[in-house]
């Protein structure tokens, strides 16, 4: 069943990532790697919220699996984002690299302590 789970999140992770991915790159044209940026930052956020949650509620192991190694794991990149990040810098794209960088990390950490932070506020204001 796990698998089964796993591999079902996946897929919906991996379609999500290209679907938004691709809605980004037609909204932004510059050379940045917008789409990426936008689905590790949201992928981010989701996980710090969705963590939030299930540290409040009894939820099985095989549905976080599912969410958080499934799902996510499939919509977020960090190959497709160091590799973007390389070729900035063989393209002399220096600003641009260091920028993908800081904004990844930086806002990636804030926007789980965010998404954390917010599903507790929810959690409490429910109770």
Same mark, same amino acid.
């Given at each position: 069943?796990?698998?089964?789970?796993?591999?079902?999140?996946?897929?919906?992770?991996?379609?999500? +990532?290209?679907?938004?991915?691709?809605?980004?790159?037609?909204?932004?044209?510059?050379?940045?790697?917008? /789409?990426?940026?936008?689905?590790?930052?949201?992928?981010?956020?989701?996980?710090?919220?969705?963590?939030?949650?299930?540290?409040? +509620?009894?939820?099985?192991?095989?549905?976080?699996?599912?969410? =958080?190694?499934?799902?996510?794991?499939?919509?977020?990149?960090?190959?497709?984002?160091?590799?973007?990040?390389?070729?900035?810098? +063989?393209?002399?794209?220096? +600003?641009?690299?260091?920028?993908?960088?800081?904004?990844?990390?930086?806002? /990636?950490?804030?926007?789980? =302590?965010?998404? =954390?932070?917010?599903?507790?506020?929810?959690?409490?204001?429910?109770?």
């Amino acid at each position: 069943m796990k698998i089964v789970l796993l591999l079902t999140g996946g897929a919906i992770g991996t379609l999500a +990532r290209y679907a938004l991915a691709g809605f980004t790159h037609k909204v932004y044209t510059g050379s940045f790697p917008m /789409g990426t940026l936008v689905v590790n930052l949201l992928g981010s956020f989701v996980i710090g919220f969705l963590w939030g949650i299930s540290e409040s +509620r009894n939820i099985s192991p095989n549905y976080r699996s599912f969410a =958080f190694i499934g799902v996510l794991g499939g919509f977020t990149t960090f190959s497709t984002y160091a590799l973007e990040t390389m070729n900035l810098i +063989r393209e002399n794209e220096i +600003r641009q690299a260091i920028t993908n960088l800081l904004a990844t990390n930086v806002f /990636g950490l804030i926007l789980v =302590f965010a998404g =954390f932070f917010i599903a507790k506020e929810l959690i409490n204001l429910i109770k």
